[in-house]
């Protein structure tokens, strides 16, 4: 099988379950790492067996690497993207796809004026949960889906993050750290979205650091702490989510959507697996669905290896960055719906991801890709 050669830049705390997860497919083989810090590339070099550990120059200059994989901190996520297009290499990106929208438009037209692939973080949606969930809209167990229920709710990550400040500026902030795992999922059962409508808090302008080294330390907080938004889906459904910093406690679900039929509850948008929960109309009670798609472990990184095979087949890729740019146009809705006290209009949109096929997993993912492109 044709392999594509792949190189991370940005050797931190998520690296490790890349540089792990991208030794089980065929397809793509990482050959190169680099960060800011050569030492912390080093270190993940010699840990994983990399043959090349480089400054991030010298990583885009080396014309053997077919692929960047962008791990850097979201500040830095765009021109990082830009540098590895303007090298001539496919992108792959973490979430989210770039803290201001002018920048992932860019990011768009470069790819699209070179001719390259632009994929991007979160590939949660190719996991065993997900992947179910959608299989059971498709056939029709709920009818047709009528609105749906997101909520993500914390106190805040200065209790634990060593290093919290960057969760309360531009670009933190609990919708854009947690809400592409949200949104991408919403758009993937639900198809794109048609305008928001949101109301936003900053609770807090100051908060308190209680995770150490920087104990005591004072963060002033620069983004909204408190979201709650609506979408209109071109599909007809409304969504209600919730993204917070400042709730100390709830007992709502993370995404359940709500058909003409039933209603089924959907796992935590920021895992691969279950569970699953299905009620129909006249069922008496919840039932838990057996998962018919593997991938249900942490798979970070199948985003890439479906990209590599997209790239080979010449199809666009599952978690593509029309998708994820219009997640970051969703995201900054509701903060501008908010901002100027009305809906706002996508001006963006995107393909609902194919549902991958039955019975895919770890074992058979290169022969299925290549077989049937996984569509
Ligand atoms: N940590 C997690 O649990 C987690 C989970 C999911 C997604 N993510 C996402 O992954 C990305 C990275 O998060 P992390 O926790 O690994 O952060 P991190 O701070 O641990 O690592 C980022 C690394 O990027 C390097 N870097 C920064 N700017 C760079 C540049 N211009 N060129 C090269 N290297 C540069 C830093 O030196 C650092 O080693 C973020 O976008 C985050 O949203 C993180």
């Not at 854009?176 to 808090?201: H, I, Q």
């Not at 010449?314 to 809705?333: C, D, F, I, T, W």
Request: proline share 6%; charged share 20%.
């Amino acid at each position: 099988m044709e392999k594509l050669s792949a190189g991370i830049i940005g050797c931190g705390n998520i690296s490790s379950i890349y540089f792990e997860n991208l030794r089980m497919f065929d397809v793509v083989e990482v050959t190169a790492c680099a960060d800011l810090d050569i030492e912390r590339a080093k270190a993940r070099a010699e840990e994983y067996h990399i043959p090349h550990a480089y400054t991030p120059e010298e990583l885009l200059s080396d014309p053997s690497i077919d692929i960047v994989i962008n791990l850097t901190i979201p500040a830095v996520h765009a021109e990082v993207a830009q540098k590895g297009l303007q090298a001539g290499k496919h992108v792959y990106g973490e979430k989210p796809f770039a803290v201001k929208k002018e920048d992932g438009k860019a990011i768009l037209e470069t790819a699209r004026q070179k001719g390259l692939y632009v994929g991007n973080a979160p590939d949660t949606f190719l996991g065993g949960g997900l992947q179910t969930c959608r299989k059971l809209l498709d056939d029709g167990w709920i009818g047709k889906p009528v609105s749906a229920s997101a909520f993500m709710m914390v106190p805040g990550h200065e209790r634990w993050h060593p290093d919290p400040a960057f969760y309360y500026q531009e670009g933190g902030g609990p919708m854009f750290d947690m809400g592409p795992y949200y949104l991408t999922a919403l758009a993937f059962l639900l198809g794109p979205v048609k305008r928001v409508t949101g109301s936003v808090n900053i609770t807090y302008p100051e908060r308190t650091i209680t995770s150490q080294p920087r104990y005591g330390e004072k963060i002033k907080v620069e983004t909204p702490t408190q979201i709650n938004g609506v979408m209109d889906f071109c599909n007809g459904a409304v969504a209600s989510i919730i993204t917070s910093f400042d709730t100390w406690h709830h007992q709502l679900p993370h995404i359940e959507i709500y058909g003409t039929e039933g209603s089924i509850v959907v796992p935590d948008p920021n895992t691969f697996g279950g569970p699953v929960y299905l009620r129909r109309h006249d069922h008496s009670e919840w039932t838990e669905v057996p998962l018919s798609h593997g991938f249900t472990e942490n798979s970070r990184g199948i985003g890439v290896a479906e990209m590599a095979h997209a790239i080979l087949t010449g199809k666009e890729p599952q978690a593509n960055s029309r998708l994820s740019y219009h997640v970051l146009e969703v995201m900054h809705g509701f903060l501008e719906s908010s901002k100027k006290d009305q809906h706002i209009y996508m001006t963006s949109s995107c393909d609902q991801p194919d549902v991958l096929p039955t019975g895919i997993s770890k074992q058979n993912f290169d022969a299925v890709m290549t077989r049937e492109g996984g569509r």
